[in-house]
């Protein structure tokens, strides 16, 4: 069936799409889902490397790692909320009380 | 062999999905009429016209509860591989550093609770 | 398995348990001022408990959970450090969390602790796995802590929201650089990457490897082009987190560009020195010219702040066990002069505002705290008589030996440059001198009057800081002998 190349590809083409976007898109959540997109990539070549070598330990990494990035999601949501709270507009460009 | 045929097939089946496509929308825009009017531009929904705005925003208290369920949602990663493996390799001492980990998420529950993250109003 | 060896980390924990515990039971009316106490007092415990344990000194330095907690000299001596941070940012943020009205005093106390916790468990990590979970942990966080203000100030959630998504960009840089290390390697440990990396040839896959690894780890500490957080980040989050996030945070940052790039990627130096030493000199650059031109006080030391990450740079690129030693000993003056510095703006700020002309008439108002922002800021600068001039000299001595021993022209050059961007920042940090001294009192602005109120707990960071700042300065041996007995 298709090899370990196929999938490390299949991870690559996820991780230009998600930076892409991150680069692009000027709403937050849009953003998030981006690097959700990069995240799953480095999972998808982790799982695929895992199961090429013959190990478990890239399987290990990536329970962890799809924990961690729900709670980063889960912060960078409660982030939002707040800024929606007080301007009801949470574009990144209006965002833009810090410059210099 | 295998590999080459379901390759195959599946490279064969994305071409002909493409040109379907492609021939589709080249034959509309060369052969249809290009007349454009206020009526044309309206979204049709099956013959009735539109009702309301399209995009409706969901009251903020969602958030929070999705937030809530993320967390406690993504605890299964870590759950289904536990019970794959308690009986023939982790056995009693397994149990009880399961245990502690529920016993943290308990504990989170708890913390949700008492600080009226349950609460819908 | 040693269940009892990481004790400092059970101690933080326990003191987070604490935290969250109080903060269920004491009615939400009373003030949670106490907590800040609590955490103090917890601090201070474990502090002592650091520095009355021996680093190993015998080769296998003892491991816990399948040797994915490594208990050696340079995550001792970086705990200690970071420990010894948490405890003066606690003690600096009584009186600032109760003077703006902080309603989750309890959570930040306790995010405080785990973030503590998280920063002790990423310097002792031996596996790629440990290290990604500590420091995502201490990341989301510092996110939360930075956005703390939420409803008292936009910017503070302006500023979490920006760090979030850029911190998180970087962990998926760096993730996706991990995934690719462990498919050329076949290991998740730093001892296997280390045994591996002696031997393995080199590919393109490993180039790629291993920028995107040292761009996540650029991103922590801030090296320039990943900076672009610091700014905002520091300028807007509450100053007790800012000074806590640029001292315990970029130190922690250091250990793990430390045990990454210098330990177990150690054979590939050839590589990574490169990608650094660009990354670095821009840094240089781009900070100490980007700290001219700024008006608000924070912002002015988030770039200082980004500049002396490049300085820390230094010891990793040289990769030997001076420059480690240099590194660990510049970073500790850094930890107590940069929150000095911060403590000083964070009180002046109270009655002067935030921008730079707030410290007007200082020299005046409060000769004290004038004197001690003075001596963190000239220290800052390397000037004789303060810790950060030996700190510099070592640093650099370190660098020069590496360059003439190893052959190594590129790295004789970059100090070359880090020596000549060290005086362009004396320029600004002069500029903070001038407006406490020289440039006149503007008798209409606010709080201009009479002395800058100083509460217990800024008291005694300042007192701390400033010992700390004379004794690196004027008789560093015992530290230095103990740095030494550390890295061993």
């Not at chain 3, 039971?25 to 009373?30: D, K, L, Q």
């Amino acid at each position: 069936m298709f090899g370990v190349g196929f999938f490390l590809a299949l991870a690559f083409a996820l991780f230009a799409v998600g930076a892409f976007g991150v680069l692009t898109r000027r709403d937050p959540l849009v953003m998030f889902m981006c690097i959700e997109m990069m995240f799953n990539s480095g999972n998808l070549a982790l799982v695929a490397l895992s199961r090429y070598l013959g190990l478990a330990s890239g399987h290990a990494l990536v329970f962890f790692v799809v924990a961690v990035a729900a709670a980063e999601v889960a912060v960078g949501l409660g982030i939002i909320i707040a800024i929606f709270r007080t301007e009801k507009d949470v574009n990144v460009d209006h965002l833009s009380e810090l410059k210099g | 062999m295998a590999f080459t045929v379901t390759v195959m097939g599946l490279l064969i089946f994305a071409a002909a999905v493409a040109a379907n496509f492609a021939g589709m929308i080249l034959t509309s825009t060369i052969l249809g009429p290009k007349r454009r009017n206020s009526v044309k531009d309206q979204p049709f929904e099956c013959g009735s016209l539109p009702v309301g705005p399209t995009h409706t925003r969901f009251h903020i208290r969602f958030y929070l509860t999705a937030i809530l369920f993320l967390i406690f949602d993504i605890e299964v990663v870590f759950l289904y591989p536990f019970i794959t493996i308690l009986r023939p390799e982790l056995g009693v001492t397994g149990l009880w550093i399961m245990g502690a980990f529920l016993a943290v998420l308990v504990f989170g529950l708890a913390y949700e609770w008492r600080r009226g993250g349950m609460e819908w109003d | 398995m040693n269940l009892a060896l990481p004790l400092p980390e059970y101690g933080v924990l326990g003191l987070a348990l604490v935290v969250l515990l109080y903060d269920l039971v004491v009615p939400e009316r009373v003030s949670r001022r106490a907590l800040g106490w609590v955490c103090a007092l917890g601090f201070a415990g474990v502090l002592a408990l650091l520095l009355r344990s021996d680093a190993p000194q015998v080769a296998p330095v003892p491991t816990a959970f399948g040797g994915m907690y490594v208990a050696d000299g340079l995550a001792l001596a970086f705990k200690t450090l970071i420990v010894a941070a948490a405890m003066l940012a606690s003690l600096a943020s009584l009186d600032y969390l109760e003077a703006r009205g902080v309603r989750w005093q309890g959570e930040y106390y306790l995010l405080l602790t785990l973030v503590t916790f998280a920063l002790m468990c990423l310097v002792s990590a031996g596996d790629l796995l440990t290290l990604y979970v500590a420091l995502e942990l201490n990341s989301i966080g510092f996110y939360a802590l930075v956005a703390v203000l939420k409803g008292r100030s936009l910017t503070s959630s302006e500023a979490g929201l920006k760090y979030l998504i850029l911190g998180a960009l970087s962990s998926a840089l760096l993730l996706y650089g991990i995934s690719l290390l462990y498919g050329l390697s076949g290991t998740v440990s730093l001892a296997g990457l280390a045994a591996w990396a002696a031997g393995a040839a080199r590919s393109p896959a490993l180039v790629v490897a291993l920028a995107l690894v040292a761009a996540g780890l650029a991103f922590k500490m801030s090296l320039v082009p990943f900076h672009m957080w610091a700014p905002d980040v520091y300028q807007a989050a509450p100053t007790p987190v800012t000074a806590f996030l640029s001292v315990a945070g970029k130190t922690a940052a250091l250990a793990l560009l430390v045990r990454v790039l210098d330990a177990a990627l150690g054979g590939f130096i050839g590589v990574w020195d490169k990608l650094l030493m660009v990354l670095m000199a821009a840094t240089f650059v781009w900070a100490n010219l980007g700290a001219l031109k700024q008006r608000d006080a924070k912002r002015l030391m988030a770039y200082s702040s980004v500049a002396q990450a490049g300085y820390l740079a230094i010891g990793v690129a040289a990769g030997s066990a001076l420059g480690l030693q240099a590194a660990l000993f510049y970073a500790l003056v850094y930890v107590f002069t940069n929150v000095a510095a911060f403590q000083v703006l964070q009180l002046v700020a109270e009655s002067g505002g935030p921008e730079l002309s707030g410290l007007r008439g200082l020299g005046r108002r409060s000769p004290g705290l004038a004197l001690i922002l003075a001596a963190a800021v000239l220290s800052l600068a390397g000037i004789p008589p303060f810790g950060g001039f030996f700190g510099k000299f070592y640093l650099f001595a370190a660098g020069v030996r590496e360059g003439i021993v190893a052959g190594r022209s590129w790295l004789l050059a970059l100090v070359g440059l880090a020596v000549v961007m060290s005086i362009v920042s004396l320029f600004y940090y002069l500029i903070l001198v001038k407006q406490m001294y020289i440039e006149p009192a503007d008798p209409e602005a606010p709080g201009t009057g009479g002395p800058v109120a100083v509460p217990l707990g800024a008291r005694l960071v300042l007192g701390v800081c400033a010992a700390m700042i004379l004794w690196t300065g004027l008789y560093p041996s015992p530290i230095l002998a103990w740095i030494r007995q550390a890295l061993f």
